[in-house]
């Protein structure tokens, strides 16, 4: 597993954080499921194929029970890019589940089933997501076939495009991520609040992961120091930390932007001047030919388009260089 899952998952691991996403999205803000709740399980599941066991990863999957009694399984499935597959993948991982709770009630081992939800969290900030959303989308079929063809819906919740009011509804450090995302996909900018971090070490390492910024590490360490909880006092670090290298790059990236400029200026200029003295050069030469066959200065200035004074000078400077013989 890659760095950036293993960031994905132990942040939304924490069952305040996990509680936290469910409420905000799926239970608009409304605090329907408490962190006590829920139950973590193996993010591993096991199928049979072809008489052999197999195993398929997920993201984080956790349960919700209410007493003995449990409610929903519900996992998340986090993506940096679409992928045109998913539907595939999000009824696999259901489906499993379905099976197995089938296997457990023809055995008499639980009285009734119950749902199983999967959350597709979408970190993109660049473009919305281009994927398939339902499996009908992602599957080719024969139009006849419509009728008969189960179609199933996934939840893809594109993070850095929540509405402010969305966001808004977020208590956890999960808003602290989609406030971040969502800033700097609208303006590039990001302005911190005061809210305070639960789990500042796993929010920066997500950031982190997401961003490819180390400064988000960089911001972590220094801020571990001084013990720094919110995500304010974090981004001071962060530019504090930044501000001789940010100079430095400036400097920089000034001078070779100048260099360039500098370059492509002379560049014109001088093919400019170039062809100002080319023209110039061959104004004098014809002119010292003309003047050979004994045409008039006012004549050849006319000739060439100069002045009489030009044509003047470069018949006596070619007469000192003893180019042509001074005219009698």
């Known amino acids: 597993m890659g760095q950036k899952d293993l960031s994905e998952r132990d942040f939304e691991n924490h069952n305040d954080v996990f509680a936290d996403i469910v409420n905000g999205l799926l239970f608009d803000g409304d605090e329907v499921i408490a962190p006590d709740e829920l139950e973590s399980l193996l993010p591993r599941q096991s199928y049979w194929q072809e008489g052999m066991k197999h195993e398929m990863e997920r993201d984080v999957v956790k349960s919700w029970s209410l007493g003995n009694v449990k409610i929903v399984n519900i996992g998340l499935e986090n993506q940096t890019a679409s992928d045109r597959w998913m539907p595939l993948r999000v009824v696999g991982y259901d489906g499993e589940k379905y099976h197995t709770q089938y296997r457990e009630l023809t055995k008499g081992k ?187 200065t006012q004549k050849i200035a006319q000739a060439v388009s100069a002045s009489v004074e030009d044509v003047e000078d470069w018949i006596k400077e070619a007469t000192l260089e003893k180019e042509i013989h001074s005219p009698q």
């Open 110 to 296: 639980m009285s009734q089933p119950y749902p199983v939800i999967t959350m597709v969290l979408y970190f993109g900030t660049k473009e919305r997501w281009k994927g398939p959303r339902t499996l009908k989308e992602a599957v080719p079929f024969h139009p006849r076939l419509d009728p008969f063809m189960s179609d199933y819906k996934i939840n893809i919740f594109e993070v850095a495009f929540l509405s402010d009011e969305t966001i808004k509804k977020l208590k956890g450090d999960f808003r602290i991520v989609a406030d971040y995302l969502s800033q700097v996909r609208k303006t590039g900018q990001y302005i911190a609040d005061s809210h305070d971090l639960q789990h500042p070490f796993d929010t920066m390492a997500l950031l982190h992961a997401i961003t490819n910024d180390d400064s988000f590490e960089l911001a972590y360490t220094q801020g571990k120091e001084d013990e720094v909880n919110t995500m304010e006092k974090f981004m001071h670090n962060f530019g504090m930390s930044r501000k001789a290298e940010g100079k430095a790059e400036g400097l920089a990236e000034g001078k070779a932007e100048g260099l360039a400029e500098g370059k492509a200026e002379g560049k014109a200029e001088g093919k400019a001047e170039g062809l100002i003295e080319g023209e110039a050069k061959a104004k004098r030469n014809t002119s010292l030919e003309l003047a050979k066959m004994g045409l008039a």
